[in-house]
Structure formats: C-alpha cells, structure tokens
C-alpha cells in the first residue's frame, strides 16, 4: 500500500514538472489536495518555482497552496541576481591568482531556462586545474570578506573525469553582469549534468529538469561522439539519464542518437 | 504646508539594493538590512519616477497615463509611505512630509475604477544555502541526510563502501566492462 503511494506521489511530481523548462508550458490541473501531498517535495528539492508558470493559470492559482510556488519564484528570482555578483566576485578572485576556473552545474543549468527565477541558485561549483587545485583553496580561503559557498573541484574527477585541458578547449566563454565566465562546452556539460545526478542519487528531480532542459537546447553542431565518451561505462550513464528524462517528464529526445543507443544497453 | 508638500521631490535609495523586474511586479533586495521586497505595479512605477526631480503631482499624472485611470495624489503619497516605511526611498527626500494616507479610504475611492492600489510584500529574504546541498563540504545530499564523500546515495539512503545503488537497493556488485 505504502509503495503505491510512494508511486502516485512519484507520478504527480513527474507530471507537475513535465515540459516545466519550457517557454510556455501548458497549465497543470489538479486538485488541492494532490498538489498539497507533493508541495514538500517540491519546496524541498528545489523545484517548486518550476511549477510556478504552470500553476499561476490553472484551476488553483488562487488557492493557498500555491502561494509558497509563487514566493519560491519570486525568492530564487532574487537570488540569482545575488549569485551571480558572488561568481563574479569570486571568479575574478581566482583570476587574480591566474587561476582560470570553469563553471559547471548551477549557474549554468539555469541559462537553458526561459527565466532566471525557476532554478534555485546554490553553491557556487568550480573547477579548476588539477595542479592549481591547492592555490585555489588557498586563494579563496584567504578571501574572508563575503565567504560564498563555493565547491571547488580538482579538475572533473567528480563528474567522470576527462581531461581538464580537452574539457578547457572545448569550454567557451559565457557573458555573466559585467564579465565574462569560462563554461564546459556543451557535449561536457550535459554529461556532467547527468553523471552528477547519477552519482547523488537522483534526489531531486530539478536535476532531471536540467537534463531535459539541456538536450531539448543542444546546438545544431552538437558533437554526440564527444559527449558519450569512448568510456562505454560513462556513456551508458548519459544514455540512462537522458532516457530517464523523456521518460518521466517528457523531454523531447527526437533529435538525437539516445534511443538507439539506448537499445544496446543491457536491462 | 501645502508648499512644503509641493516641494518634496522623492529620491530613491541606490546603494546597496538588487533589483529584479518581473512581469508585473518588481523585486528588491536590500543588502544592508538582508529584507526582501515585493512591490506590485503601482508601487513599483511610483518609485521608479522618483528620480529626485519629479515632484508628486508630476508622478501622479505620469501614474495617471501609464495605468490609464484617474488618479490622485493619494495613491502616490500611500505608495510614498510604504517605500519610506521599507527604507526603499532616501530619507531626506520624504522626510519632511509624512502625509497621512488612509488605505481604507482609498480602497472605497479607487474600487470602481479597479485601480490596484499600492502594495509591498515582505518576503523572505533569500539564503545562499537555499539550493545548496546542505551538506558539510565534500557530502553529499541524501534524502533528508548527507553521504559521506565516495558513498553513493540510494533512494535516500547511503550505501556501504564500495556499494552501488541497484533498483533504488544498495548492493555490491561487479560492473562488467
């Protein structure tokens, strides 16, 4: 019984974010008390302000239930203005020290959505050269004056490896305020994304958002070679999460080798 | 008195202030007091006029065009309240006129005319932590704890050293290449 409702509720979370990335997405009907149930998960994750556009034309926009998917908007609206004065702080910091960082997950996830405020902003994840690693925890441990919470990584072990200074080729720059900040190119990004949210056990469902946001805005010179790696292993991870993506929340995958490659993976 | 009203040219608080627009309201941060606003649409045209130069009969009319209603200056003294009230104004500029403004009178006036009147909302200022993990450096999320580093998260639970996550179970197995 309890598993039943571990699956509905499951269910109602993937519909509630379903084609949430997009521009205009359609509006989600329900009942109060369903959107009651999942509203924790939502708030929890992360994901709440997604919903918000879906729900500010449906049956319950004026329902208190909604109002906390409205606030969550309007407060990760506020906050990505205020992380992005912290990754230009803290990326020109880091440049002082000739330090060239590349930025990865949040700030980035959240470019591929129509506005700033649906994605929250979080911690601020670096990468950085292996060989550079320690200055850079010395250089921004130094920096007391507005301690942002940064993750700083040694090269991109943590995401599946690669070799930093491929991965820097490939990165290009991104135009952040008044600067500019070096981004994985998007091949590295979206396997990033993916193996991030494999690894951390797929707890929020945002993660998977980011996922279908990123396949369904990939360039037209999008290399597939290049993000699946020749790591059968990692690919297959890619594979997995991108399916996961078009499977639960609908992303639209039509345009890429997922489905056939998806097939010669063991089930 | 009346002169003195005249006079007052309100100015709007620049320093230390994040602002973000949005369709129908207008968003700011205030980093010196760490207080989040919200002003609807009416607020947030009034002070975007006061610029120190315009006088409130001049922001009224301009309030007046933009909303396409007949308005008094009632609404934007109300309006002149609230921001003075969340310190969104330069003091000195209102500070020598603090016009009494009844909302309840206004909300009887301005009802046939549906004119939304002034409005801001505190909401809760942001934290950095908010989309953050949460967790200590090098942890990692997991349900509503934290994984140690190196330790997969599975369906909420951290698995054992060494352990994958398998159908939402931690297991140990052996990945064949």
Redesign the interface.
């Known amino acids: 019984m309890a598993e039943v409702s571990i699956k509905l509720r499951g269910s109602r979370v993937a519909a509630i974010l379903a084609g949430s990335w997009r521009r205009s997405p359609t509006s989600f009907e329900c009942s109060a008390s369903e959107l009651k149930d999942i509203a924790p998960l939502l708030i929890n994750s992360?994901a709440a302000a997604l919903c918000w556009p879906r729900l500010k034309h449906s049956n319950l926009r004026k329902h208190p239930a909604t109002a906390k998917f409205q606030?969550t908007y309007?407060?990760?609206?506020?906050?990505?203005?205020?992380?992005q004065?912290?990754i230009e702080q803290t990326v020109a910091l880091l440049r002082s020290a000739q330090i060239e960082p590349i930025l990865v997950k949040?700030w980035c996830a959240a470019q591929l959505y129509p506005e700033?405020?649906l994605?929250?902003?979080?911690?601020i994840d670096l990468c950085v050269p292996p060989k550079q690693f320690a200055s850079a925890q010395i250089t921004l441990k130094n920096f007391q004056d507005e301690p942002?919470?940064v993750?700083l990584h040694e090269g991109f072990a943590k995401f599946g490896g690669g070799n930093f200074d491929q991965i820097y080729r490939r990165s290009q720059l991104a135009p952040l305020g008044e600067t500019n900040v070096r981004v994985s190119g998007a091949e590295d990004h979206l396997r990033l994304l993916c193996i991030h949210m494999l690894?951390?056990?797929a707890?929020?469902p945002l993660w998977l958002c980011d996922i279908a946001a990123a396949v369904e805005s990939l360039p037209e010179n999008f290399d597939w070679d290049c993000c699946l790696t020749e790591d059968?292993?990692l690919a297959d991870w890619v594979i997995c999460a991108v399916r996961l993506a078009q499977q639960l929340l609908g992303a639209d995958i039509t345009s890429t080798p997922i489905d056939q490659r998806a097939k010669q993976i063991p089930r | 008195m009346r002169e003195t009203i005249e006079r007052v040219l309100p100015m709007v608080r620049r320093d230390q202030l994040?602002v973000?627009e949005?369709a129908d309201?207008t968003?700011v941060?205030d980093l010196e007091r760490h207080k989040?606003h919200?002003l609807n649409e009416t607020s947030a045209l009034v002070w975007k006029h006061c610029d120190g130069k315009t006088t409130v009969a001049e922001i009224t009319g301009l309030l007046e065009r933009k909303l396409a209603t007949p308005i008094e200056e009632d609404v934007v003294w109300l309006a002149l309240t609230q921001l003075r009230r969340f310190r969104l104004l330069e003091e000195e500029s209102v500070a020598i006129a603090a016009m009494s403004v009844s909302r309840r009178e206004l909300v009887r006036k301005y009802l046939p005319a549906a004119l939304a009147l002034p409005v801001i909302l505190s909401?809760?200022a942001?934290t950095?932590?908010?989309?953050?993990?949460g967790c200590p450096?090098g942890q990692?999320?997991?349900?509503a704890g934290c994984?140690p580093a190196g330790r997969?998260?599975?369906?909420?639970v951290c698995c054992a050293a060494g352990e994958s996550?398998v159908g939402g179970v931690c297991r140990t197995v052996q990945?064949l290449?």
């Open positions: 992360g606030e309007r407060l990760n609206t506020l906050q990505s203005a205020l992380h004065r912290a949040g700033p405020g994605r929250p902003a979080g911690d942002y919470d993750d690894r951390e056990g707890w929020r059968r292993k | 994040v973000q949005l309201e968003l941060y989040a919200c909401i809760a942001p950095a932590a908010q989309g953050a993990s450096q990692v999320r997991c349900g994984c997969l998260c599975c369906a909420g996550c990945i290449d």
